[in-house]
């Protein structure tokens, strides 16, 4: 980790150094830029006393240099807005292997406070989403989100998976390429619902033969009545032609309106995923079919995305006061953007989603693929066909700081189905549920996980960790467990292969009630194809080991109380808890 730092840091200095560097041509070009300007002026001081060719080829010369001074002046300044975001996507990375949080979005929007994802801290600050998160647009959020929320089940998938992350993982220059020009472009998650509305809509424009003649002769026209009116001085002609323009655009005004509401200020999201593709087109895609399948798509789409960005912005132009006065009326401005988007609808009209789906997909890969290169030391799983197994050693919680992890081994499945896990308060049962969980969610989207060794079946995940009651739907504390209980074990028995995660059910009621409804869930449970780990503090529960052998096992975790202070070691182990600790903390509290 410390190395990842100072490269990053290393990085940093570099872009400095370059910044500065560009600085001082900036400041150069910007003089020399003044100086062709001055020199322009003064040549048409001198052509305008008295015309000779030496100020004519000065002129010339000068509108050159003036021009490709501009233009080199845009390329600095964009290089430097480059480096500037690339340092920051630097430090962001360096906060983050420092514990600090992730300036990206932390998925709170996709938490729902029912579903596995929620009791396992996925969606939330400094949750597994804000961990691996580094997408800057719409589409790439959501299906980041998504994977999460529903992790891959089929075995070939996720190897394919696991083979295009590690691909991408070798190729981090890139991939902070991409991450950073996306930030340069980024629009708040803009999604572009109203370019797939206007895509649906029919066309008018390529309907009329008239319009096909038109847009091509009546600028034709204006351009002989300019050329009439310098050679002449007769300018009666542009009125009329003017009320022509207008007449021909009135005519065609809600239907240019209509779409033209739905394109505009959209420059900017597109312009940001063709950048996307175009960098992403550049990648070695090496054994990766999925990746290859991108790259393709992004080769087709980069062009055909910018040329709608432009059109985009030639259509938020629209209402400058020269195009509105001149450009419409005599060129029929409205009518040929609108042309243009009807001619780029018929051609791309059924690539776009795809397309969007790959900038999606990109931004997901980017993400995981930071997170592999990062955490070199996690393993990549060994996915099984068929036995409901799964198998850890050194399995640690991806959330908790490499220095404050305590790792565990586990077996659960070679025989034992279900494992009663007991322990006193705060040793480490709740941690080491969502340790467990969360590992099989980034495992079964091809990520490494934090273990030393992995091996799993792909399956649904089912939990009841984390209960809230609602006043808005006058649901109780135990009632909302109820539902969760039944909403759980209705998955569990549609599901062919589940994990199953319960912390201390029953809670609201009282001990005899909860010790009967958990031992009869319990032996609901081993009757499906799950497993399941099931922690409580009843250790009476324990009994049900004898009584189930080979599907039922009893771990724990201890505590111990030694110079006045309870120490907690994390580590799980086989067998019932012994050791006790609420009453102590009363006491060392003062409550008792």
Known sequence: MNNLQELYQQKITSNSNTIHLIKNKLLYVSISRMCAFLLLVFSIYQ???????????????????????ISWFIQLKNKEKYLIQLSIVYQNEIDCLNGKMNMFNNGS?????????????????????????????????????????????NKAVILEEQIAIQTLSKQIPLIESIITTSLLHKTDYASLDAIFLWLNSANQLHKSVWIKF??????????????????????????????????QIGYYFKY???????LSNKEAILKQYAEILKLFSTIHTADSTVLNEYKENANQAY??????????????QRLNILIMTFFNPYFLY???????LEDWKIKYQHDLQKWMDTVAAIERYNSLAVYAYQNSDNIYPNVLDKELVIQATGLAHPLIQKQNRVSNNITIGQPEKLLLITGSNMSGKTTFLRTLGVNLVMAQNGLPVCATAFSFLP??????????????????????????LQALKKGVKESSASLVLIDEILRGTNSDDKYYGSEQFVKELIQFNCISLFATHDLKLSELETEYPNQIANYCFESSIVNEKLLFDYTIRKGVAQNKNASFLMKQMGII
């Open 459 to 484: 399956m649904n995940i089912f939990t009841s960790i984390r209960i809230s009651d609602s006043l808005q739907e006058n649901t109780s504390y135990f009632m909302a467990e109820l539902k969760k």
């Open 334 to 340: 409205d009518i040929q953007n609108m042309w243009a």
């Open 256 to 262: 240019l309106q209509e779409n033209f509401g739905l």
């Open 109 to 153: 929007e996709f938490a729902s406070g029912e579903s596995f994802w929620d009791d396992l801290d996925i969606f939330q600050q400094g949750g597994l989403f804000h961990l691996i998160n580094r997408s800057s647009t719409h589409y790439g959020l959501n299906v980041l989100a998504n994977k999460l929320q529903y992790p891959l089940l």
């Open 303 to 316: 062009n055909a995305i910018l040329s709608l960005s432009k059109i985009s912005n030639s259509i938020d």
């Open 47 to 69: 052509l305008l006393l008295h015309f000779q060719l030496v100020w004519l080829f000065t002129f010339l010369g000068s509108i050159i240099v003036f021009l490709a001074l």
């Open 214 to 247: 038109v847009r091509y002769a009546f600028p034709m026209m204006n351009i002989g009545l300019i050329c009439y009116a310098l050679i002449t001085g007769k300018i009666s002609f542009f009125g009329i032609s003017f009320l022509l323009g207008i007449a």
